[in-house]
């Protein structure tokens, strides 16, 4: 399968803990993106990549959020001191661009976090 | 804040039945595309439209962008149980020099058979 695939797919954690999310995308595409949704909701941008650089962060993103990608190829999304309006699932998408624009996005399973 | 408002929030029709989603955005944008998201699963892309298109089609997929208005349409023909989903319009606009992509509330589709 060389779709977009994210580890782990549900994550329970205590409030206060901290966690790690991994996404794999497509192996020739260049952009990274990570959004975050709730029950109802469309996703939520929180960061894009672009190779190794993280180009665009959301207000979304607080102090607690961080986002790596170093090679420019996996990346992982890390929670710090997780609170329980953090229980949401956690999308990945990658896709290749040539030039400024977004172009057709191919999405993940999710990780689906639960705070308790 | 999200960018785009789809509309209706929810739609439910007969299977053979046409289906029609809008999408309303407040900014310039470089193209808006539409994904569908089963229950429970990631998005898919259906199509992408470019600013300067106005529309445009893929087999029952009909999608109509007008800047003008900030708005744009999918249109889905003779329905299928199996297109019951969730349909989300998603603007990539400029912020900053940057490109961000803002997706919609979505509307929920439901086919019944």
């Known amino acids: 399968d060389t779709g977009v695939s994210q580890n782990p797919r549900h994550k329970i954690t205590k409030r206060g803990q901290n966690v790690t999310f991994r996404c794999d995308p497509i192996s020739e595409h260049n952009r990274l993106y990570w959004y975050r949704q709730t029950l109802g909701q469309g996703p939520e941008f929180l960061t894009y990549f672009q190779n190794e650089a993280q180009l665009e962060k959301s207000r979304l993103l607080s102090d607690r959020f961080s986002a790596e990608r170093p090679k420019g190829s996996f990346s992982t999304l890390e929670i710090q001191r997780t609170e329980q309006g953090d229980s949401a699932m956690y999308l990945c998408a990658s896709s290749f661009a040539g030039g400024g624009a977004h172009n057709e996005q191919f999405f993940g399973p999710g990780t689906r976090l639960t705070v308790l | 804040s999200q960018q785009g408002e789809e509309d209706p929030q929810a739609l439910s029709i007969q299977e053979g039945e046409n289906a029609t989603m809008n999408c309303s955005y407040k900014t310039s944008i470089n193209n808006l595309q539409w994904y569908r998201q089963n229950s429970g699963r990631g998005l898919v892309h259906l199509i992408l439209?470019?600013?300067?298109?106005r529309e445009k089609h893929s087999g029952r997929l009909r999608v109509t962008l007008d800047t003008s208005k900030k708005s744009s349409s999918l249109l889905i023909t003779a329905s299928r149980a199996a297109d019951t989903a969730s349909y989300f319009c998603a603007t990539d606009l400029n912020s900053g020099g940057y490109q961000k992509v803002t997706f919609g509330t979505g509307t929920k589709l439901q086919v019944i058979p």
């Open positions: 439209i470019r600013s300067n298109e």
